[in-house]
């Protein structure tokens, strides 16, 4: 393929520009990298220094070593990552549904979904905790799990139905035209097609499981069964607040979710291959 | 008379039958759905009209409207929603705009795309509390790099701007962070949303003699529609819900509750004041406003997409 | 697909984990029934929610074991809670209709949670109670009290005193720290030189508990002790006065505008660093400064008198509490009262935490800084004891910025005040 100078041109803007916007977006973040190797003293130094003065890893080691902490750790990992497949299958069965289905009600239950997605959580821990507790959904990573499908799942319902919408309904015709069933549709054409869709669904839904703090803190007591998030938020106390504990333990914190994002933004990709083929 | 005949007729009950794949389909979701999302928020309205008692439900006093009535005849609550919207105003188009050149300049092909898409995604990974924290000590008025750079670097003031006394400045950091940190969720969807946009139409495109900007009005823009519409929607929804941000950089609307967003306000006076029935009816007319506003925008923006 | 499998590995994994540990706890539950049958004595948990730091929780699982030695039949569970999201998630869980048996509770919490009757009052049913708070600090032991009953028994304490820099003391050539409200302010100015950001005093915020021991030491009070108004109170003459000195002292440029918000330098780092000559802070102070600011010397002092020659302070601290929906009240209560035996007081006091019990002051087991405190707590008073306090904090705090944004004088915002908190006393 021919590149024309002036797309030359915009590439080479494009990434001047990418860059520029990149370091903006993560200054925040480098200082606080920067900070979880300064010792408590330096955190707020003037003029803010970027680079550590005496760099130390004493904030890390003390993150990590607190008793519970690859525990807390493993149990994000575990509950961010069942509902994550639990929240893809079920989503992508409703999605699939209102976009390809015909059924009284249709737009009742739709509206009613949409609803999910405007109501702020913390509005609604109050109820929630009382059902849980009626379920004995409480003190348990699977009812952690439950919860957090459940009010994730109007989101990602939305997402993915509109991704199905934008799949052309040809192919199925087609295949329907070919003596196949509605599965055979889902599995041959609007699963490969939606990869890209899929694959925001399972970044969003465990971003979102593995952040989460307001019912993790309410709904889990036992403290080996508590949660990343939670484990973090115990570096503050009352009146003091171990900021290069806290930052040391966020980074560490954020690796799974970096990975599972470099992971799953491949398939963006795939699906532009996968496309091309009609 | 009119549904009761509907649901007699024969030919309705036929269609339900035959759409029971469609709500077998439906089954599981919903049904998470129907008792951790509907059902609360049944129970939360019903909190809304007493002056709820979380200790004795039963010796609940029954107010009626009174907390509604109260809610929008409180001027920190007039302030809190004003706040809010503009908030949403700011933020929403910010991140669009700035989601669109990400996702548009990331998707040509250019050396490092994933570390691109990384790095624009990491303030999407970070925790409220942490980059609120961040901003406000970026915006301290002591030790900011905000201050320093108008000040000593590029003297623009001369003195330094305390901005998170001020229930106006304050409302910059905040915004800025409500853009900043959703930069990244939307491109990443308009990324995925790219990919399928088939090459063939660019091609065309450029057989034709297309530009780039050409390329970007003409063809990108009018097939991203479905998911700027998305955005839209979403976007919005996640304005008017700030909440955590403005809890801990207001410290509960300081100064002089004038620096409310209407989320916080509903957690100062819920968790705060013991004040439950209110909270909740604060945060049904959020509800029903978002809804409202929701409704609006998908109806309005909606049109089919033709190739 | 290996991505698939990858996840499918963990999700098995985590499964694992989780059916391993409930199998250990099944076995624990075994060998502990087998026990039982051996001893015939019930074994009860007693649940104990708390927001301690990590020096403070070391010291409690310490008090723990003796505790369970001496009652073997009593086994306490605790929970460490995150601070920030304390009170929603104990409101969650009571209207949940889960409740911890006991819990540390800011003392502020203690009348609106024995208002909407969550908590048992300790008057009536626990035995020694009078005992017990015969010994223990008057103003602590007060933030427990609503509507004639004890609701809670006072765990912990502390106030606020004077942490002066001595070296900008001594360079500006003042001998000590002041005595008086008028050597205070006279100090403060001499020592402040706002151009260079350096300043006599500072505090850290408008909320109540920041001006809150000078304003008690100038016999400024908020309510009437009955707690049936604040007119005449929040707004009289010695209330104002106290807030009069403050504004003045913003005014001449000796009270850092760090209060105010924005993000100034705060408390300690100014102390530390030499530009804020006093600061007003509780015991925390010393283990924050030492630890952040090693080579600084800690001085403590009372804070100063008012006109009316009294000395006082804000009593802040914890209190342990009982709630009405816990299945073993007999076992927390005593919990609760081994919590305020001297060895309990001792080695949590050891740990930073100041003790309420009176008896054991001086003992040469606590820290030589608590001295001061403690001689301090024996005239501070207690905020207002009322289900409607943080409201009514709101409102005082709002006055406090009007004053200083020059928005309305002094008396004004005392005013509005006033009328608002009666407001609040009367919903009742």
């Given at each position: 393929m021919?590149?024309?100078?002036e797309?030359r041109?915009?590439?080479i803007?494009a990434?001047?520009?990418?860059?520029c916007?990149?370091?903006?977006t993560?200054?925040?973040?480098?200082?606080?990298i920067?900070a979880s190797f300064?010792?408590?003293?330096y955190?707020?130094?003037y003029p803010p220094r970027l680079?550590?003065?005496?760099?130390?890893?004493?904030?890390y080691?003390?993150?990590?070593?607190?008793?519970l902490f690859?525990r807390n750790?493993?149990n994000?990992l575990?509950v961010?990552?069942a509902t994550t497949?639990s929240?893809?299958f079920?989503?992508?069965?409703?999605a699939?549904?209102?976009?390809?289905?015909?059924?009284?009600?249709k737009e009742?239950f739709f509206?009613?979904l949409?609803?999910?997605?405007?109501?702020p959580?913390?509005?609604?821990?109050?109820?929630?905790f009382v059902?849980?507790?009626n379920?004995h959904?409480?003190?348990?990573?699977?009812?952690?799990?439950?919860?957090y499908?459940s009010?994730t799942?109007?989101?990602q319902?939305?997402?993915l139905r509109?991704?199905?919408?934008?799949?052309p309904?040809?192919?199925e015709e087609a295949?329907?035209v070919?003596?196949g069933?509605?599965w055979?549709?889902?599995r041959?054409i609007?699963?490969?097609?939606?990869?890209?869709?899929?694959?925001?669904?399972?970044i969003?839904?465990?971003l979102?499981?593995?952040?989460e703090?307001p019912?993790?803190?309410?709904?889990i007591?036992?403290?080996?069964?508590?949660t990343?998030?939670v484990?973090?938020?115990?570096?503050q106390s009352?009146?003091?607040?171990?900021?290069?504990?806290?930052?040391a333990a966020?980074?560490v914190?954020s690796?799974?979710v970096?990975i599972v994002?470099?992971?799953?933004?491949?398939?963006f990709?795939?699906?532009?291959?996968t496309?091309?083929?009609? | 008379?009119?549904?009761?005949?509907?649901?007699?007729d024969?030919?309705?009950?036929k269609?339900?039958?035959?759409?029971?794949?469609?709500?077998?389909?439906?089954?599981?979701?919903?049904?998470l759905?129907?008792?951790?999302?509907?059902f609360p928020?049944?129970?939360?309205?019903r909190?809304?009209?007493?002056k709820w008692?979380?200790?004795?439900?039963a010796?609940s006093?029954?107010v009626?409207?009174?907390?509604?009535?109260r809610v929008?005849n409180?001027?920190?609550?007039?302030?809190?929603?004003?706040?809010t919207i503009?908030?949403?105003?700011?933020?929403?188009?910010?991140?669009i705009?700035f989601?669109?050149?990400v996702?548009?300049?990331?998707d040509?092909?250019?050396?490092?795309?994933?570390?691109?898409?990384?790095?624009?995604?990491?303030?999407?990974?970070s925790s409220?509390v942490?980059?609120?924290?961040?901003?406000e000590y970026?915006?301290?008025?002591q030790?900011?790099l905000?201050?320093?750079i108008?000040?000593?670097i590029l003297h623009?003031?001369?003195?330094?701007i305390v901005?998170l006394?001020?229930?106006?400045?304050?409302m910059?950091?905040?915004?800025l962070?409500?853009?900043?940190?959703?930069v990244?969720?939307s491109a990443v969807?308009?990324?995925a949303?790219?990919?399928?946009?088939?090459?063939d139409?660019y091609e065309?495109?450029?057989?034709?003699?297309?530009g780039i900007?050409h390329?970007?009005?003409?063809?990108t823009?009018?097939l991203?529609?479905?998911?700027?519409?998305?955005?839209?929607?979403v976007?919005?929804i996640g304005g008017f819900?700030v909440?955590?941000s403005?809890?801990?950089m207001?410290?509960?609307g300081n100064?002089?509750?004038?620096?409310?967003?209407?989320?916080?306000?509903?957690y100062?006076?819920t968790?705060?004041?013991l004040?439950?029935?209110?909270g909740?009816?604060i945060s049904?007319l959020?509800t029903a406003?978002i809804?409202?506003?929701?409704?609006i925008?998908?109806?309005?923006?909606?049109?089919?997409?033709?190739? | 697909?290996v991505?698939?499998l990858?996840?499918?590995?963990?999700f098995?994994?985590?499964?694992k984990k989780e059916v391993?540990?409930?199998v250990?706890?099944?076995?624990?539950?075994?060998?502990?029934?087998?026990?039982?049958?051996?001893?015939?004595?019930?074994?009860v948990?007693?649940t104990?929610?708390?927001t301690m730091?990590d020096?403070?929780?070391?010291?409690?699982?310490k008090?723990?074991?003796i505790?369970?030695?001496?009652?073997?039949?009593?086994?306490?569970e605790t929970?460490r809670?995150?601070?920030d999201?304390?009170?929603?998630a104990?409101l969650t869980g009571?209207?949940?209709?889960?409740?911890?048996?006991t819990?540390?509770?800011?003392?502020i919490?203690v009348?609106?949670l024995a208002?909407?009757?969550?908590?048992v009052a300790?008057d009536?049913?626990?035995?020694?109670f009078?005992?017990?708070i015969?010994?223990?600090?008057?103003?602590?032991t007060s933030?427990?009290?609503w509507?004639?009953?004890?609701?809670g028994?006072?765990q912990?304490?502390c106030?606020q005193?004077?942490v002066?820099?001595?070296?900008m003391f001594?360079e500006?050539g003042l001998?000590?720290?002041?005595?008086?409200i008028?050597?205070?302010?006279e100090d403060?100015?001499?020592?402040s030189?706002?151009d260079?950001?350096?300043?006599g005093?500072?505090?850290?915020?408008?909320?109540?508990?920041?001006p809150a021991?000078?304003f008690y030491?100038m016999g400024g009070e908020?309510t009437?002790?009955?707690?049936?108004?604040?007119?005449g109170?929040?707004n009289?003459?010695?209330?104002v006065a106290?807030?009069?000195?403050?504004?003045?002292m913003?005014?001449?440029g000796?009270?850092s505008?760090l209060l105010?918000g924005?993000?100034?330098?705060?408390v300690?780092e100014?102390?530390?660093t030499?530009?804020?000559a006093?600061i007003?802070?509780?015991?925390?102070a010393?283990s924050?400064?030492?630890?952040?600011?090693p080579d600084?010397?800690v001085n403590?002092a009372?804070?100063?008198r008012?006109p009316?020659v009294?000395?006082s302070?804000v009593v802040?601290?914890?209190n342990?509490?009982?709630?009405?929906?816990?299945q073993?009240?007999?076992?927390?209560?005593v919990?609760?009262?081994?919590l305020?035996?001297?060895?309990?007081?001792?080695t949590?006091?050891?740990?930073?935490v100041m003790?309420?019990?009176s008896t054991v002051?001086?003992?040469?087991?606590?820290p030589?800084y608590?001295?001061?405190?403690?001689?301090q707590?024996k005239?501070?008073?207690?905020r207002?004891?009322?289900?409607?306090w943080?409201?009514m904090?709101n409102?005082?705090?709002n006055a406090?910025q009007?004053?200083?944004r020059?928005e309305?004088?002094v008396?004004?915002?005392?005013?509005?005040?006033?009328?608002?908190?009666?407001?609040?006393?009367i919903e009742?």
């Amino acid at each position: 393929m021919l590149i024309t100078k002036e797309e030359r041109m915009f590439r080479i803007i494009a990434y001047i520009l990418l860059i520029c916007g990149v370091v903006i977006t993560l200054i925040p973040f480098i200082y606080m990298i920067s900070a979880s190797f300064k010792s408590q003293i330096y955190t707020f130094e003037y003029p803010p220094r970027l680079i550590p003065r005496d760099p130390t890893l004493e904030n890390y080691i003390k993150a990590l070593g607190k008793d519970l902490f690859g525990r807390n750790f493993l149990n994000s990992l575990f509950v961010a990552t069942a509902t994550t497949i639990s929240t893809i299958f079920i989503s992508s069965l409703m999605a699939y549904a209102f976009s390809r289905m015909r059924f009284p009600g249709k737009e009742v239950f739709f509206y009613i979904l949409l609803l999910g997605m405007m109501i702020p959580p913390v509005m609604l821990i109050i109820p929630q905790f009382v059902i849980a507790k009626n379920l004995h959904l409480l003190d348990s990573l699977w009812g952690l799990i439950v919860v957090y499908v459940s009010i994730t799942l109007s989101m990602q319902t939305f997402l993915l139905r509109s991704f199905f919408e934008t799949i052309p309904r040809e192919l199925e015709e087609a295949v329907l035209v070919d003596g196949g069933n509605r599965w055979v549709i889902f599995r041959k054409i609007i699963l490969p097609l939606s990869k890209p869709g899929l694959a925001v669904v399972a970044i969003f839904t465990f971003l979102y499981a593995w952040d989460e703090f307001p019912w993790a803190h309410v709904a889990i007591k036992e403290a080996s069964r508590r949660t990343l998030p939670v484990a973090i938020a115990l570096f503050q106390s009352q009146y003091l607040t171990q900021w290069g504990l806290l930052f040391a333990a966020t980074t560490v914190a954020s690796i799974p979710v970096i990975i599972v994002f470099v992971i799953f933004q491949r398939y963006f990709i795939q699906g532009l291959i996968t496309s091309g083929l009609k | 008379m009119k549904v009761k005949n509907k649901i007699l007729d024969k030919s309705f009950l036929k269609k339900i039958l035959s759409s029971k794949g469609a709500y077998l389909l439906l089954l599981p979701g919903m049904g998470l759905f129907f008792t951790f999302i509907l059902f609360p928020l049944i129970y939360s309205l019903r909190m809304s009209f007493y002056k709820w008692n979380i200790v004795d439900i039963a010796a609940s006093k029954f107010v009626g409207f009174s907390n509604y009535v109260r809610v929008i005849n409180d001027p920190i609550f007039i302030r809190a929603a004003l706040n809010t919207i503009v908030y949403a105003l700011i933020t929403v188009p910010g991140q669009i705009l700035f989601a669109l050149i990400v996702a548009i300049l990331v998707d040509q092909k250019i050396k490092g795309r994933t570390f691109f898409r990384v790095a624009y995604y990491i303030p999407v990974i970070s925790s409220w509390v942490i980059v609120t924290f961040l901003f406000e000590y970026l915006f301290g008025s002591q030790a900011g790099l905000v201050n320093f750079i108008l000040k000593d670097i590029l003297h623009l003031v001369d003195n330094k701007i305390v901005w998170l006394a001020n229930p106006i400045l304050v409302m910059i950091p905040l915004n800025l962070l409500g853009i900043w940190k959703g930069v990244g969720w939307s491109a990443v969807i308009l990324l995925a949303a790219l990919q399928n946009i088939p090459p063939d139409l660019y091609e065309a495109a450029v057989i034709d003699g297309a530009g780039i900007w050409h390329k970007i009005t003409k063809i990108t823009l009018p097939l991203l529609r479905p998911t700027l519409v998305f955005l839209v929607v979403v976007l919005t929804i996640g304005g008017f819900n700030v909440y955590i941000s403005g809890l801990l950089m207001t410290k509960g609307g300081n100064p002089l509750n004038l620096s409310h967003f209407i989320l916080t306000l509903m957690y100062k006076k819920t968790f705060t004041y013991l004040d439950f029935g209110y909270g909740s009816a604060i945060s049904y007319l959020l509800t029903a406003f978002i809804f409202m506003v929701s409704v609006i925008q998908i109806k309005l923006l909606r049109r089919k997409v033709e190739y | 697909m290996v991505i698939m499998l990858i996840i499918s590995i963990t999700f098995i994994f985590g499964c694992k984990k989780e059916v391993t540990e409930e199998v250990t706890e099944e076995t624990q539950a075994v060998e502990e029934v087998t026990e039982e049958e051996e001893t015939t004595v019930e074994e009860v948990t007693v649940t104990y929610w708390h927001t301690m730091g990590d020096a403070e929780e070391v010291a409690l699982n310490k008090v723990i074991e003796i505790f369970e030695e001496q009652y073997p039949n009593i086994k306490i569970e605790t929970t460490r809670m995150a601070y920030d999201d304390f009170k929603p998630a104990l409101l969650t869980g009571i209207a949940g209709g889960v409740v911890p048996d006991t819990a540390r509770l800011d003392i502020i919490w203690v009348p609106e949670l024995a208002e909407m009757g969550a908590l048992v009052a300790l008057d009536e049913e626990m035995e020694g109670f009078d005992e017990i708070i015969a010994n223990t600090y008057p103003g602590p032991t007060s933030t427990n009290f609503w509507k004639g009953h004890y609701y809670g028994l006072p765990q912990n304490t502390c106030t606020q005193i004077l942490v002066w820099n001595k070296q900008m003391f001594e360079e500006a050539g003042l001998s000590g720290p002041p005595e008086t409200i008028d050597e205070f302010v006279e100090d403060a100015a001499v020592l402040s030189n706002p151009d260079e950001e350096i300043y006599g005093y500072a505090m850290g915020g408008t909320y109540f508990w920041a001006p809150a021991s000078i304003f008690y030491a100038m016999g400024g009070e908020v309510t009437d002790s009955g707690i049936t108004t604040a007119t005449g109170y929040i707004n009289g003459e010695k209330s104002v006065a106290a807030y009069q000195v403050l504004v003045d002292m913003y005014r001449d440029g000796s009270l850092s505008p760090l209060l105010l918000g924005g993000g100034g330098m705060g408390v300690f780092e100014g102390l530390a660093t030499g530009k804020y000559a006093m600061i007003i802070e509780g015991p925390w102070a010393q283990s924050i400064l030492n630890s952040d600011y090693p080579d600084f010397e800690v001085n403590f002092a009372l804070v100063p008198r008012g006109p009316d020659v009294t000395t006082s302070s804000v009593v802040g601290g914890e209190n342990v509490v009982i709630f009405e929906g816990s299945q073993n009240k007999d076992e927390a209560m005593v919990w609760a009262k081994f919590l305020l035996s001297e060895e309990s007081q001792l080695t949590m006091g050891e740990a930073g935490v100041m003790p309420t019990l009176s008896t054991v002051q001086g003992n040469e087991r606590l820290p030589e800084y608590y001295d001061v405190f403690m001689e301090q707590l024996k005239t501070a008073k207690a905020r207002v004891p009322h289900p409607k306090w943080a409201e009514m904090d709101n409102a005082i705090n709002n006055a406090y910025q009007y004053m200083l944004r020059d928005e309305k004088t002094v008396q004004q915002a005392l005013d509005d005040a006033a009328e608002e908190i009666s407001g609040l006393i009367i919903e009742e």
